[in-house]
């Protein structure tokens, strides 16, 4: 009889910040129950990404193993936990389970692409216990910069596993429940932790955590001091942000005033779910423009800086009849995710050239974060006293140094990362397989494998440029007419003069040279066109574009 054994297995979020999807199963070795734990997406950029709309993780292993697969669950309703749900849900079809605000969200997305909501069931935190094959989940409070966020408690015959998901150590967090020490003291209590997957994003950070409540009082002061128009952003999904600045407004007499979609409905949602009372009344935009803008807060999406969004639109310009002018303020209370500094900094200097007052999240005055500190995971290792400490939810930089703070505390630790399949069964973690992970790309309404070349292809046109040639011949491959070229992309002038007509010039001389046996083989006309196109460019202007052949042949009636 074949053993049988626990494995760990993450497709996304181990070894990056974002789109976690993590595998864990129970069973023969191949032959393991498993469960999903998160679906979320990871956002593009234009250096990598470019015209990308969201990234999301590649789920072959799974697809081929999904007649294994007994349940997903989502720990919180951040879009990097639970963004892919609406787009990759179809390929899975297993029933999903969450806490009442994030499975309004996930209803949400599901109304969206006309999914069944029926398959997102609510869950209570624990007690309530979920059985999915062998497994037994039950959901535990945490504090987080988002509503019910929850680490997960699998019991499975070889052991307890916590999945922590994100969270922090706070005790007043405003909206959400606090962190409670007894609840993991007495899971540990309850049955011995063997193995603990641990949020890594900031171990860096070597002081204890702050309170989303220690920023309501700088808030309200720095509100309560400005004339003129007050637009502040945040995260959408920090329903606590979101409250701390409406409530700063409304003790400084100013109405309020949402903008960006995300954002009303977050609000929307976390009202719908009870865990957002007493938010201040807001007006509607096309009323805060006849407000006075010394009596106004805009809060506004974009915070990271997305080009789109109402932070963007009204570095620009207007943006729904409002627009900012000297002397307003616009607070960041929020962080700046690596990689999107240059798009927050084109905000920033924009509003700078408006001579608008920017205030962002340097010191931490109007900005604390939602992941826990190094002083604050300790804390959580020697609560729960596991077995084994998995980082996750970070790069490679945060797991390792995580890994190596759980084995100075004399935890058997190891740096797993997207696409290895541990064995949890032993005494250590075990390596026992590395799985092919990929991305997805949401390109507008397709997704697009990262095998596909879609996104390599828009890269290399847009560093090299792109010319089209046409060439026509008849059914006896003579050239009709003249070859010609459109050009996009690349400088019109060329060393020799406008660069189509030097190429179209070439391109004329070697195929009133050419024999008949290149002339009748679309390949080796092909592969001769581009050549020479590029071997001007190269030439004429220094650049290597990419060469599209078109060649008609006209056959005779």
């Known amino acids: 009889m074949t053993a049988n054994r626990l494995i760990y297995l993450p497709l996304g979020g181990a070894g990056e910040i974002g789109m976690n999807a993590y595998v864990y199963g129970y069973g023969p070795a191949g032959k393991e129950r498993l469960i999903l734990v998160d679906l979320g997406v990871t956002f593009p950029d234009m250096d990598t990404t470019p015209g990308v709309d969201l990234i999301l993780p590649d789920l072959g292993w799974l697809e081929d193993n999904l007649d294994r697969l007994e349940a997903i669950f989502i720990t919180h309703a951040h879009e990097d936990h639970i963004g892919a749900l609406g787009h990759l849900w179809p390929r899975l079809q297993k029933p999903v389970y969450a806490r009442r605000f994030t499975a309004t969200v996930g209803r949400l997305k599901f109304e969206e692409h006309g999914l069944p909501v029926e398959m997102i069931r609510t869950v209570l935190p624990r007690p309530e216990t979920v059985t999915a094959g062998p497994f037994k989940v039950q959901f535990v409070p ?11 408690v699998i019991d499975t015959p070889a052991g307890r596993i916590v999945h922590s998901g994100d969270f922090k150590l706070d005790h007043n967090p405003v909206v959400g429940e606090p962190w ?29 955590g702050r309170s989303e409540s220690s920023i309501r009082e700088p808030i309200r002061d720095l509100v309560a001091g400005r004339g003129g128009l007050v637009v502040a952003t945040t995260f959408a999904s920090n329903v606590a942000r979101l409250k701390t600045l409406a409530e700063a407004a409304r003790a ?59 932070s963007a639109q009204l570095s620009r310009g207007k943006y729904l009849g409002m627009e900012m002018k000297q002397g307003d ?72 140094e995580h890994a190596r703070i759980g084995a100075e505390a004399g935890i058997s630790t190891a740096v797993v990362t997207n696409g290895m399949m541990v064995d949890l069964s032993g005494e250590a973690p075990t390596v026992v397989g590395h799985i092919e992970t990929g991305r997805l790309y949401l390109d507008g309404s397709s997704l697009v ?30 050239v009709l007419g003249d070859a010609w070229v459109e050009i996009m992309g690349l400088s019109t002038k ?29 390949d080796k006309l092909d592969e001769a066109l581009r050549r020479i196109v590029r071997q001007v460019a190269m030439e004429e202007i220094g650049k290597k574009p990419e060469v599209t052949v078109v060649v008609s042949r006209l056959m005779a009636e």
Do not use: W
């Not at 879609?454 to 026509?472: E, F, K, Q, S, W």
């Not at 004329?508 to 002339?519: H, S, V």
């Open 449 to 478: 494998g990262a095998l596909e070349g879609v996104i390599r292809d828009r890269i290399r046109m847009a560093l090299n440029g792109h010319v089209m040639v046409t060439v026509i011949l008849d059914d006896d491959a003579e």
């Open 180 to 208: 409670e020490d007894g609840r993991f003291t007495e899971l540990a209590a309850e049955r011995p932790i063997k193995a603990l997957m641990c949020d890594s994003t900031n171990v860096f950070s070597l002081h204890p």
């Open 494 to 522: 060329g060393r020799s003069g406008p660069l189509a007509e030097t190429m179209e010039a070439d391109l004329a001389e070697f195929l009133n040279g050419a024999g008949r046996k290149i002339l009748r083989d679309d």
């Open 142 to 152: 945490v504090s987080h910069s988002i509503p019910e966020s929850a680490a997960l």
């Open 329 to 400: 303020l616009f607070l960041f209370s929020s962080k700046t995710i690596p990689g999107n500094e240059r798009d927050v900094l084109r905000i920033v200097n924009n509003f700078s050239e408006m001579g608008v007052d920017v205030m962002d999240d340097a010191g931490g005055k109007y900005h604390v974060s939602g992941h826990a500190n190094r002083p604050d995971l300790e804390h959580v290792h020697r609560l729960l006293v596991p077995d084994m400490l998995i980082p996750m939810h970070g790069e490679h930089r945060h797991l390792r």
């Open 252 to 310: 400084a007499d100013r109405s309020i005033c949402l903008m960006g979609r995300a954002m009303k409905r977050m609000v929307a949602a976390a009202e719908q779910a009870g865990v957002l009372t007493d938010f201040p009344r807001t007006v509607a935009p096309e009323d805060a423009a006849d407000i006075p803008r010394g009596n106004l807060m805009l809060i506004v999406t974009g915070s990271q800086g997305e080009r789109r969004a109402a």
